[in-house]
């Protein structure tokens, strides 16, 4: 998973928790940052092959969160905006928005 793929995972996770529902792809391309919802349709598909989410193509809000163990993969939830990276042994943590 690349830095900017366990970002988007966690943006998912705290837009759901915040909205009761999915972002869709404009509502991720501001909250990231991105130009193009290209570019947010290759990390979400980067998250989906990873099994991290499922997308239905038929939705707006077609993106759903896979659980899965903490313990698995390479990097471990220590919540909303860190992540433990196994790997490197050190923390990402989410940049706050910028105004």
Not at 49 to 68: C, F, M, T
Not at 75 to 92: A, I, R
Request: charged share 30%.
């Amino acid at each position: 998973m690349t830095r900017r793929q366990a970002e988007l995972l966690s943006f998912i996770k705290e837009f759901i928790e915040s909205n009761k529902r999915p972002p869709n792809y404009a509502e991720i391309a501001k909250a990231m940052g991105l130009s193009s919802l290209a570019s947010v349709h290759k990390h979400v598909y980067g998250l989906k092959a990873q099994g991290r989410i499922s997308v239905d193509p038929n939705k707006k809000y077609g993106i759903q969160l896979i659980s899965e163990p903490a313990t698995t993969g390479r990097f471990e939830f220590e919540g909303p905006h860190h992540l433990w990276d196994k790997q490197l042994n050190c923390y990402w943590v989410r940049e706050k928005e910028r105004e």
